[in-house]
């Protein structure tokens, strides 16, 4: 499971996690997913994470038993998320024009498959999809390889036209952040 919202609240991410045996966290160095990786860890999760660089708080996750992957982002790109993204549980979309080989070999020692992306379908977010579960992911039409490589592991892909959303900055992972509101 990959938790990359903290705005959900601690039961609704708990209720998330019954099932789950490992968690990964995207910028565990962070203030909130370092605090949220002891947390788990403590719990008895397996929890592992991603940073661009060592520091203190990777450090103390380190010396805690948690792996940190240090995983430079390409100058092409603001999140990682837009060049490596987790499928399934065993299966990574990754541009392998611009991702260090060393995150690739990473990814593979874990047994997780890589399906390659373009470097132009990364750039128009191509990358930047959701995994729904059940072999389902949203992803958009400015990913045609991609969606395809996926339709033909079996996947189901939504791919809507998402390019007028796209011309301010996010791609579809982006846009499906929850919402906190009042009770009505």
Not at 7 to 32: R, Y
Not at 114 to 138: H, K, Q, S, W, Y
Request: aromatic share 6%.
């Amino acid at each position: 499971m990959s938790v990359q919202n903290t705005q959900l609240g601690a039961a609704a991410i708990g209720a998330g996690l019954k099932d789950c045996k490992s968690i990964f966290f995207v910028g565990i160095g962070g203030i909130h997913m370092s605090s949220l990786a002891s947390i788990t860890h403590s719990r008895g999760w397996r929890v592992g994470g991603s940073d661009t660089v060592k520091k203190d708080l990777t450090e103390r996750l380190e010396a805690e038993g948690i792996e940190v992957m240090y995983a430079p982002i390409d100058e092409y790109y603001v999140h990682i998320d837009l060049m490596v993204c987790m499928l399934a549980e065993k299966l990574c979309a990754v541009c392998l024009d611009t991702t260090a080989p060393e995150i690739v070999k990473w990814l593979e020692g874990r047994g997780i498959e890589i399906v390659p992306v373009g470097f132009r379908e990364t750039m128009a977010l191509g990358c930047n999809v959701v995994a729904l579960g059940g072999d389902r992911v949203l992803s958009t039409t400015a990913a045609p390889d991609l969606n395809s490589r996926l339709r033909s592991l079996g996947f189901t892909v939504f791919d809507p036209d998402a390019s007028q959303f796209q011309l301010a900055g996010g791609g579809v992972h982006c846009m499906c952040q929850p919402l906190r509101r009042d009770p009505a």
